[in-house]
């Protein structure tokens, strides 16, 4: 049988730093934000969704981190053919399992996945962010 042709991919509208500004970092914080403890003057307060909702949105929130790992996979998004793609995968991979963390509602696991997924941002900034920086003085 014939094969089915690929179709050509979209061009993209926001380059990789709008991207990561616009989507993915508002996406990482407000997951991290969702889960957690504050220690100050007033004592400790323990930080977790309190609704069906409040979680609903911890799992876009993971969605997204999990979608725009592909995305920066696409077109000319990607800086190489090495690393760049380990580390979007490990984004992907990350995000889907923040996904089950929040789905299960289950604030320990969201809490620790979110450490996972700091990780996985943090490698892949010391390589690229590190590397668009002007050198120091």
């Given at each position: 049988?014939?094969?089915?042709?690929?179709r050509?991919?979209?061009?993209?509208?926001?380059?990789?730093?709008?991207?990561?500004?616009?989507?993915?970092?508002?996406?990482?914080?407000?997951?991290?934000?969702?889960?957690?403890?504050?220690?100050?003057?007033?004592?400790?307060?323990?930080?977790?969704?309190?609704?069906?909702?409040?979680?609903?949105?911890?799992?876009?929130?993971?969605?997204?981190?999990?979608?725009?790992?592909?995305?920066?996979?696409?077109?000319?998004?990607?800086?190489?053919?090495?690393?760049?793609?380990?580390?979007s995968?490990?984004?992907?991979?990350?995000?889907?399992?923040?996904?089950?963390?929040?789905?299960?509602?289950?604030?320990?696991?969201?809490?620790?996945?979110?450490?996972?997924?700091?990780?996985?941002?943090?490698?892949?900034?010391?390589?690229?962010?590190?590397?668009?920086?002007?050198?120091?003085?």
């Open positions: 049988g014939s094969q089915p042709r690929p050509p991919a979209p061009p993209p509208v926001a380059d990789v730093k709008q991207l990561m500004h616009a989507v993915l970092d508002r996406a990482a914080d407000d997951y991290w934000d969702g889960v957690g403890t504050v220690i100050d003057q007033s004592g400790t307060t323990e930080i977790q969704p309190a609704t069906t909702e409040e979680w609903d949105a911890l799992v876009s929130h993971a969605t997204v981190v999990a979608e725009t790992g592909n995305l920066l996979m696409l077109g000319a998004r990607p800086k190489d053919g090495g690393d760049w793609m380990k580390f995968r490990e984004l992907v991979d990350v995000g889907d399992k923040a996904m089950r963390a929040a789905a299960a509602h289950n604030p320990q696991a969201v809490f620790d996945v979110g450490a996972e997924m700091y990780d996985v941002c943090t490698k892949c900034h010391q390589k690229y962010v590190v590397e668009a920086q002007p050198a120091a003085k």
